[in-house]
T-cell receptor
Framework: NAGVMQNPRHLVRRRGQEARLRCSPM?????VYWYRQLPEEGLKFMVY????????ESGMPKERFSAEFPKEGPSILRIQQVVRGDSAAYFC?????????????FGPGTRLLVL | AQSVTQPDIHITVSEGASLELRCNYS??????LFWYVQSPGQGLQLLLK??????LVQGIKGFEAEFKRSQSSFNLRKPSVHWSDAAEYFC???????????FGSGTRLLVRP
């Protein structure tokens, strides 16, 4: 059973470009979570999605950031008009049921560098 | 508000020595507690978790943790550290029925040969 997959593993963007990060959950998992890890810090919750639904995006910046988890295909975290402060590691996690009572399994992360 | 504190930013131990990493949380009820390990450039791997029951939890790679309600702590221990244990360790809390894991800022473990 493959784990959570994220791609790309590394992404370099210039200021003002768009960054698109993909996450394929573990097989049988329908709950996806995105976290951001700034340098020298712990992970911070961004958004929780189920198939075709955003359940909680309270940790997501109000502007430039969006997330989706379509019926088919991976979950996408999109950052428009990136700025240097967006440089971070972005981790996706998945669980078979709603997290908290279920373990969240993390992917390897996408490390975004904004020049 | 819920919070997780890992008071030690760095810890260095000699290979074969025992290890204890501290974690304190702030939450009114009994939380769900997790320890994850992150190797350089890698994702997070779950070491162990506590939901309820026996307060001493066994995990992978020879790690264990003990939940102490009176001290609001969930310290991670290993009796004999191996060089491959060098990594960053994160304690996390999931509040009751919450999917938002709250992470501590991590403890970086260095292992001396």
């Amino acid at each position: 059973n493959a784990g959570v997959m994220q791609n790309p593993r590394h992404l370099v963007r210039r200021r003002g470009q768009e960054a698109r990060l993909r996450c394929s959950p573990m097989k049988g998992h329908s709950h996806v979570y995105w976290y951001r890890q700034l340098p020298e810090e712990g992970l911070k919750f961004m958004v929780y999605l189920q198939k075709e639904n955003i359940i909680d995006e309270s940790g997501m910046p109000k502007e430039r950031f969006s997330a989706e988890f379509p019926k088919e295909g991976p979950s996408i975290l999109r950052i428009q008009q990136v700025v240097r402060g967006d440089s971070a590691a972005y981790f996706c996690a998945s669980s078979p049921l709603r997290g908290g009572q279920e373990t969240q399994y993390f992917g390897p992360g996408t490390r975004l560098l904004v020049l | 508000a819920q919070s997780v504190t890992q008071p030690d930013i760095h810890i260095t131990v000699s290979e074969g020595a025992s290890l204890e990493l501290r974690c304190n949380y702030s939450y009114g009820a009994t939380p769900y507690l997790f320890w994850y390990v992150q190797s350089p450039g890698q994702g997070l791997q779950l070491l162990l978790k506590y939901f309820s029951g026996d307060t001493l939890v066994q995990g992978i790679k020879g790690f264990e943790a003990e939940f102490k309600r009176s001290q609001s702590s969930f310290n991670l221990r290993k009796p004999s550290v191996h060089w491959s244990d060098a990594a960053e360790y994160f304690c996390a809390v999931g509040a009751d029925s919450s999917y938002k894991l709250i992470f501590g800022s991590g403890t970086r473990l260095l292992v001396r040969p």
